[in-house]
């Protein structure tokens, strides 16, 4: 069973920093893709960030140059740094991953959710 676990949420100023991570656990051949979406009371889920298995980054403009997502293949866990944070940023913040169980078989899982609330 594949699980991701996500933690460091909270409630933080204006201005403040958080940094949100998540871990896979479970059987897993191996990890694809892996992101961070966000979804505030009253809107759809949107994408945050985003880090393929090579290394690459995508960004929604409204966080480019103030969040930054990194992976540690090793220990199975994708980061958000999140600074310079706006009443804006505040939500429900899901981590997404690519995961092959095994050889043959992709799937997408979601974790749970991290609340941020940037707030003064």
């Known amino acids: 069973q594949v699980q991701l676990v996500e933690s460091g949420g909270g409630l933080v100023q204006p201005g403040g920093s958080l940094t949100l991570s998540c871990a896979a656990s479970g059987s897993i051949f191996s990890i694809g893709a892996m992101g961070w979406y966000r979804q505030a009371p009253g809107k759809q889920r949107e994408l945050v960030a985003l880090?393929?298995?090579?290394?690459?980054?995508n960004y929604a403009d409204s966080v480019k140059g103030r969040f930054t997502i990194a992976r540690d293949n090793a220990k199975r866990t994708v980061y958000l740094q999140m600074n310079i944070l706006k009443p804006e940023d505040t939500a429900v913040y899901y981590c997404?991953?690519?995961?092959?169980?095994?050889?043959?078989?992709?799937?997408?899982?979601w974790g749970q959710g991290t609340q941020v609330t940037v707030s003064s």
């Open positions: 997404n991953a690519a995961i092959r169980p095994t050889d043959t078989i992709l799937n997408n899982y």
């Open positions: 880090i393929t298995g090579g290394g690459s980054t």
